[in-house]
């Protein structure tokens, strides 16, 4: 394998397939690395192995990643299964993990598009076994034809919360509840949205279906609810909630929460890419040119990971980055780089039109942030919403002095999961804004690699010098 | 503007340690500040050792300073416990530095017997020897040693510490006996005046005090150039990779690789010349991992999940610089590389020097003006 | 907790788990192919010494740690293959990687759970030096 290629496209979502789709169009020598094993990134999970049944189910929004992946099979660029990305430098070297063998390679441009994370929101009893992600069983269906045997309770906010709903009533799936934490009256904040949401008539229409299935469905569908909070002996049992005056109190197997979706951003912050607070969907994305470049000239962010904004603007944003790479890379001129993403951007235009109504709509507000001390926060290290107050109480300003307190954000998943939710605790107890109290500090590896691996990783340097009439080409 | 006796500017290890033994001497109203900049500060990236061992071979009372900061570790440890309930985590285990090869087993050997010289001139013992293969094999009974293995240079009378404990237990301390800890706010003048204070000028505030101790690391020799001193310290890297958790099985912790009451192992430990560049490089992680490796060939199979580059506060002998600023008796500075092992003397030695309560005679040669030549 | 859908096909192979022989579906990710005959606890965790379970299914969360031939693994991120021997550690004394003459508390940390299970919290001081 060569160890330098013109880009590295991290991530095989609907950005980083159309991206690499479009530069290996352009003959550009790209490589794009996933982490899963096969194409399609979360929202095309197994697109390409997709039994019929599932794909009647989930409906257009998900069959139209045939294509996409078509598209990028049929395109020359190179796909890495499996690889696992651990750091990322500004000049362009990527370490990685694939097989049990790490290595670094050089690319003169890097499309980094890993996406979106369920934002993780810390409820009482949310480390019990049976608590699960809503975007974890929507993997289970997808990948491995799982689905929920017993009663299932669905918690949070965000349209994906009703779609994951109407696509469990489609599969048979018995939903006790729907509990909404968003308010059934929506704020004042979204009205001024309406009339450009009404430019996507079918948009609003699937948003009144969803709903129409759910009361057909006659499933128990609560909003405004408070305090939710899961409980069981050694596993989920039971949530408890407050909706009004009503205390709700429903047994099930399967909890699936939902708190609304937020950008992946680990591999921007481990590069040291500047960050923006995006306050009225709170939360944290790489700073971006129209092109999804960053502050660093060889590194793109694109999809979601950019900021969200769904998987049809996914393959947008990763095909403009792809256009702007390539025109850096001398391969097509400027005028013709503006004139193939000007359809690209209507599209775009078009796409985004219901989103900020349904950003307004369902924007968290730091008054829902209610987390009591006995609520574990970090749950690798198990540190509670109390320990981190208290490292406030005793002068901690921002989060890596919290960290290094508490022990929070010290665990496998490096703050994954309790990156957000310190970032409200800790602002909140600080009287501070997250812009103030900041991001945690992320370092390599990106994922835990064995220390045998490193020690027999390849790290040839680029040969600079040599006579390249006589050396034969490796 | 604010009136108290003494301002601490640096809230790491040494501002901390020494504000605290400063209320413990009842020195009054004391202000400890702390930037707290998301960059990679120094006290946060040691690696924990609390050690006298090894150092001072060319410089008698620096290793005199470090075997009396190591014989007061378990109980300023014991104190930091009672006071806080914050446990530090020490381990008087001992340490070794291991040698691969006969080269390495014999270049151990002389660097016993010269420090053993060096102290003797200060009327100290040494009390370190060479373990062969299989006493170091018995000295660490649930590792595999690596097939190089031939020895190691070991003392019982060290151990080591959980560092990020450490220093949440001195700040800790030090407002549970009255201090008072600023946190997020930027030191932006000092105005030395001439009635003996010391006038403080912060982001958000201006303070005056009686004496003023800076001890802020990399940042203090922007404090100090106002004063027109400068603090002769260079920035030297280190780096660290963490694994993840595995059960105990090595309680001695050794010069590269020690593992902590948790379980993660901690390897280390460069020195490089990058300025104050803290990142990582996979050339260190790779010849650092390939070490531990050839040291414990268990450890292959063991997960690395962090690293991260601290740039020690390094002086061009090694030892520490405890000095009161030319001109200005009433500004100290404090600036060196192993506030970890040094600790203790801090709140024993350090605090009632700078309260004017006796100076010990190892001092001046800590001064900063020993490097002027 | 989880049942296959009635269209899914599937080809079976042996994995070692825990020392004992089962088939699991070959490509599918251990994690869901672990759910799948109902194994829902993955690990326990070496910080608060109770059972977890996968909770993101996408790489994120790390609840699904296990040894996966010989190195610790996300099994959400790790497809079943022939012969893979996977051990999950649950009936170590205490657990997986659970161990140590002393835990200790910091003061404030104490998690009271909401009828999580019975408290596993075993705090004992040990000597400091």
């Known amino acids: 394998m060569s160890l330098h290629v013109d880009v590295i496209v991290i991530g095989a979502g609907p950005a980083g397939l159309?991206?690499?789709?479009?530069?290996?169009?352009?003959?550009?020598?790209?490589?794009?690395?996933?982490?899963?094993?096969?194409?399609?990134?979360?929202?095309?999970?197994?697109?390409?192995?997709?039994?019929?049944?599932?794909?009647?189910?989930?409906?257009?929004?998900?069959?139209?990643?045939?294509?996409?992946?078509r598209r990028f099979r049929k395109s020359s660029a190179a796909?890495?299964?499996?690889?696992?990305?651990?750091?990322?430098?500004?000049?362009?070297?990527?370490?990685?993990?694939?097989?049990?063998?790490?290595?670094?390679?050089?690319?003169?441009?890097?499309?980094?598009?890993?996406?979106?994370?369920?934002?993780?929101?810390?409820?009482?009893?949310?480390?019990?076994?049976?608590?699960?992600?809503?975007?974890?069983?929507?993997?289970?269906?997808?990948?491995?034809?799982?689905?929920?045997?017993?009663?299932?309770?669905?918690?949070?906010?965000?349209?994906?919360?009703?779609?994951?709903?109407?696509?469990?009533?489609?599969?048979?799936?018995?939903?006790?509840?729907?509990?909404?934490?968003?308010?059934?009256?929506?704020?004042?904040?979204?009205?001024?949205?309406?009339?450009?949401?009404?430019?996507?008539?079918?948009?609003l229409w699937e948003g009144v279906n969803m709903l129409r299935e759910i009361k057909a469905a006659k499933v128990p569908h609560y909003q405004g609810v408070r305090h939710i909070r899961a409980l069981g002996r050694e596993r989920f049992e039971r949530v408890e909630a407050l909706c009004g005056k009503e205390t709700l109190n429903i047994p099930a197997s399967l909890l699936m929460v939902h708190f609304g979706v937020i950008p992946s951003t680990h591999i921007f912050r481990q590069t040291g890419c500047h960050m923006t607070w995006k306050a009225d969907q709170r939360y944290w994305h790489p700073a971006c040119d129209a092109w999804g470049r960053t502050n660093f000239e060889r590194i793109f962010a694109a999809g979601d990971g950019a900021g969200v904004s769904g998987g049809l603007a996914a393959r947008y944003k990763g095909e403009l980055a792809a256009l702007e790479v390539a025109r850096c890379l001398g391969i097509i001129p400027a005028y013709q780089r503006d004139a193939l993403a000007l359809p690209l951007k209507k599209e775009l235009k078009k796409d985004g039109h219901p989103r900020p109504l349904v950003d307004a709509i369902y924007a968290p507000r730091a008054e829902h942030f209610v987390f009591e001390d006995s609520t574990v926060l970090c749950r690798c290290e198990n540190v509670t919403v109390g320990a981190v107050r208290k490292a406030v109480s005793e002068g901690a300003r921002e989060l890596n002095e919290v960290k290094i307190m508490t022990r929070s954000g010290m665990g496998p998943c490096q703050g994954r999961m309790c990156g957000p939710a310190l970032a409200e605790v800790v602002s909140a107890a600080a009287f501070l804004s997250p812009e103030q109290t900041g991001l945690l500090n992320i370092r390599p590896p990106l994922r835990p690699v064995p220390l045998g691996e490193i020690a027999a990783m390849e790290l040839d340097e680029i040969r600079e010098s040599g006579n390249w009439l006589l050396d034969a080409k490796k | 503007m604010k009136s108290v006796d003494i301002i601490v500017i640096g809230g790491g290890l040494s501002g901390s340690a020494t504000a605290l033994g400063l209320v413990r001497q009842g020195a009054g109203n004391v202000m400890l500040f702390d930037q707290q900049l998301p960059s990679q500060r120094l006290s946060r990236g040691n690696f924990g050792l609390t050690w006298f061992m090894c150092k001072g071979a060319d410089h008698p009372v620096y290793a005199q300073w470090c075997r009396m900061a190591a014989r007061q570790w378990p109980d300023f440890a014991a104190d930091l416990l009672e006071e806080t309930g914050y446990d530090v985590e020490l381990e008087w285990t001992g340490g070794a530095v291991h040698a691969f090869g006969e080269d390495e087993f014999e270049a151990h050997t002389r660097s016993i017997g010269n420090i053993t010289a060096v102290c003797k001139t200060v009327g100290l013992d040494y009390p370190v020897k060479m373990l062969n293969r299989s006493e170091f094999a018995d000295l660490v009974p649930d590792m595999q040693l690596g097939e190089d293995v031939t020895g190691a240079m070991y003392t019982p009378e060290q151990g080591h510490v959980n560092p990020l404990m450490l220093l949440t237990a001195l700040r800790c301390a030090f407002q549970k006996k009255g201090g008072r800890f600023q946190g997020a706010d930027s030191v932006e003048q000092i105005i030395p005046g001439n009635d003996g204070t010391v006038v403080v000028k912060t982001k958000g505030d201006t303070f005056q005090c009686e004496k003023l101790v800076i001890a802020a690391?990399?940042?203090?020799?922007?404090?100090?150039?106002?004063?027109?001193?400068?603090?002769?310290?260079?920035?030297?890297?280190?780096?660290?990779?963490?694994?993840?958790r595995r059960p105990r099985s090595l309680t001695v912790p050794v010069l590269c690789v020690r593992q902590t009451p948790d379980g993660t192992f901690l390897i280390g430990l460069s020195t490089e010349d990058t300025g104050l560049d803290t990142r990582t490089t996979a050339k260190a992680m790779k010849s650092q991992a390939a070490n531990a490796i050839r040291l414990f060939p268990e450890l292959a199979a063991l997960n690395w999940v962090r690293a991260w580059g601290a740039i020690r506060v390094m002086t061009p002998d090694g030892a520490p610089i405890y000095s009161r600023v030319a001109g200005h008796d009433n500004i100290f500075v404090l600036a060196l590389h192993s506030a970890v092992s040094l600790a203790p003397m801090k709140i024993s030695a350090i605090a009632p020097w700078i309260l004017g309560k006796g100076e010990p005679e190892q001092l001046h040669h800590f001064t900063n003006g020993r490097f002027n030549v | 907790m989880f049942k296959y859908a009635p269209e899914n096909t599937q080809q079976l192979v042996t994995v070692t788990l825990d020392g004992e022989p089962v088939s699991l579906p070959a490509g599918m990710n251990v994690a869901a192919a672990l759910l799948g005959i109902d194994q829902i606890i993955s690990r326990i965790s070496p910080a608060s010494h109770k059972p977890c379970s996968p909770h993101c299914l996408m790489g994120v969360c790390y609840e699904c740690l296990m040894e996966i031939n010989g190195v610790n693994r996300q099994a959400c991120m790790t497809p079943v293959s022939e012969g893979m021997v996977i051990r999950r550690n649950l009936t170590a004394p205490g657990g997986n990687l659970h161990f140590g003459e002393k835990e200790t508390a910091t003061p404030g940390e104490q998690i009271t759970s909401q009828e999580e299970g019975p408290s596993m919290d075993d705090k004992t001081q040990g000597a400091s030096a």
């Open chain 2, 217 to 244: 690391g990399h940042g203090s020799m922007r404090l100090l150039k106002s004063l027109g001193e400068t603090l002769h310290i260079y920035p030297s890297r280190g780096q660290i990779m963490v694994t993840e």
């Open chain 1, 79 to 203: 796909y890495a299964s499996g690889a696992s990305v651990w750091q990322v430098e500004p000049d362009g070297r990527v370490c990685y993990s694939q097989d049990g063998k790490s290595r670094q390679i050089r690319a003169n441009y890097i499309i980094v598009a890993t996406g979106a994370m369920e934002r993780p929101m810390p409820i009482p009893g949310w480390q019990l076994p049976g608590v699960m992600g809503a975007g974890a069983v929507n993997n289970l269906s997808k990948e491995a034809g799982l689905i929920p045997s017993g009663d299932v309770v669905l918690a949070g906010s965000g349209p994906l919360l009703l779609l994951e709903a109407t696509l469990l009533i489609k599969k048979g799936v018995h939903i006790a509840a729907i509990l909404e934490t968003t308010p059934r009256i929506p704020p004042a904040t979204a009205f001024p949205h309406g009339p450009r949401a009404l430019l996507r008539p079918d948009f």
């Open chain 1, 18 to 69: 159309s991206a690499a789709a479009c530069l290996g169009e352009m003959g550009l020598n790209v490589l794009t690395l996933d982490e899963q094993s096969r194409p399609g990134g979360q929202i095309y999970r197994n697109i390409e192995e997709a039994p019929r049944e599932n794909l009647h189910v989930l409906g257009e929004s998900y069959t139209k990643g045939l294509a996409v992946a």
